[in-house]
């Protein structure tokens, strides 16, 4: 079998499709779409297609059918596609844009098949460089192909909560509609890099990219959980139930005690013990890392391990896990932050995995422990992380830590926005647990 182009013509693109169809049958591919007359009082709109149709084989192509070919694909890929043109294209069956990338392939075939000549002619180094020409042009189709994959988005703000996205952005616009992230977040963000991104910037794909990447980093606080020595530390880590609290304190219990330039002095506060499981768990971790432990169940109690811990630099605080509509959970707690005369840093973790308006009812009905920070946990269970970007966006509270697996001490690393905005994004691999900028 060979492979030809042939062009066909119509009032619109799906017209002269109908039309290569009837002539070539169904295994007329398209390989692109052209206005070639506008649409006038006195005359109708006339589209011009290009397809590939395999044939049967015939005898080697002429110097002649070469440059035919040539002159064909470099009309089309000089071609400016018009708006209009591209209104034409979301109309077609889906199959049709689907072969647009098997139509190149073919192409390349045919520049195979003439190289194959070359040697039977007598300028074979002529016939080289018109080879060559047809496959710098055939490269150059790709291109044009994600051009009209963007073009075609003109006819569609409709799904795209009223938002007017130039076809330079569509490429960004899909990867953070594809994220989970709140509408209502992403229409004000990609309206602010619409609007204040320079516009020497706005026709090149890669500075768009770079652009939304620097935006988004800017809105996703992160605080870092250096230590000062000279003062004590305590944190409580606060949450519903099955986030990986207890898990996720004996990480940060290995890395400030035992990793690191500076060793902390650390102890444990656990007040969690209604999970017996969990507590001899949270127990044997202490055993192993060294450090001391001791529990609590009433207020008085609670004040008596903060003083026999006073020499350490830092006291973690485990706490029972609680619904968000345990008001009975939640008020304790809150009576032990306000009554243990000292000052704690309350972090709330939550779990990657869950819906953006599970984290934020959460967030509301947590929220007057007076939250100092956010921890996220679970990274390794989702591949969806736009509600967290949401969270932190609508919140406006830091976080510190991400948790990326099961394993303590090592799945945790202090948070980045830069990390996180990748993962939004583009997803998160355990071989970027380093937190670091992919």
Not at 105 to 119: F, G, L, M, P, Y
Not at 404 to 422: H, K, T, W
């Amino acid at each position: 079998m060979a492979t030809v182009l042939k062009t066909f013509t119509g009032e619109s693109a799906i017209e002269a499709l109908k039309r290569a169809k009837e002539e070539c049958g169904e295994s007329a591919m398209l390989v692109t779409t052209k206005q070639i007359q506008p649409k006038t009082l006195n005359k109708k709109p006339v589209y011009e297609i290009l397809v590939s149709v395999e044939v049967d084989e015939k005898p080697a192509p002429s110097k002649e059918s070469i440059d035919n070919i040539k002159q064909q694909i470099s009309a089309y890929t000089k071609g400016s596609y018009t708006k209009s043109a591209a209104q034409a294209l979301p109309q077609a069956d889906e199959s049709v844009l689907l072969n647009i990338s098997k139509a190149a392939k073919e192409i390349s075939k045919v520049a195979n098949v003439t190289q194959a000549q070359i040697d039977n002619v007598t300028n074979g180094e002529e016939y080289n460089k018109k080879i060559d020409d047809v496959a710098k042009q055939v490269n150059k189709l790709n291109d044009k192909i994600s051009l009209i994959a963007d073009m075609i988005w003109d006819d569609r703000s409709e799904l795209r909560d009223d938002i007017t996205i130039p076809p330079e952005f569509s490429t960004i616009y899909k990867l953070a509609k594809q994220s989970g992230m709140k509408n209502e977040h992403l229409k004000s963000i990609m309206q602010t890099t619409i609007q204040n991104m320079p516009a020497s910037m706005k026709a090149n794909g890669t500075a768009v990219r770079r652009y939304f990447y620097s935006l988004l980093r800017n809105m996703l606080p992160c605080r870092n959980e250096n230590l000062d020595t000279k003062k004590q530390r305590i944190m409580m880590f606060v949450g519903p139930t099955g986030v990986g609290k207890t898990t996720t304190l004996s990480k940060l219990a290995y890395k400030f005690a035992h990793s690191g330039d500076v060793r902390y002095k650390t102890g444990i506060i656990t007040l969690d013990t209604y999970r017996l499981g969990a507590v001899e768990q949270l127990f044997q971790y202490a055993k192993i890392m060294s450090i001391p432990i001791l529990d609590a169940i009433e207020l008085e109690d609670f004040k008596s391990a903060l003083k026999s811990l006073s020499n350490c630099d830092l006291i973690l605080v485990d706490t029972m896990g609680s619904s968000q509509y345990d008001k009975e959970k939640l008020t304790k707690l809150d009576k032990f932050l306000k009554g243990c005369g000292a000052k704690i840093d309350v972090n709330l973790v939550l779990s990657a995995g869950s819906k953006v308006e599970d984290l934020l009812e959460i967030y509301d009905n947590f929220s007057f422990l007076d939250i100092d920070t956010l921890i996220i946990t679970k990274f390794d269970e989702t591949k969806i992380f736009g509600n967290v970007f949401s969270l932190v966006y609508e919140t406006s509270t830091p976080v510190s830590f991400f948790s990326i697996g099961q394993n303590v001490p090592d799945d945790i690393v202090e948070a980045r926005s830069e990390f996180l905005v990748e993962c939004v994004l583009e997803g998160f691999s355990k071989g970027d647990d380093d937190g670091s900028s992919r």
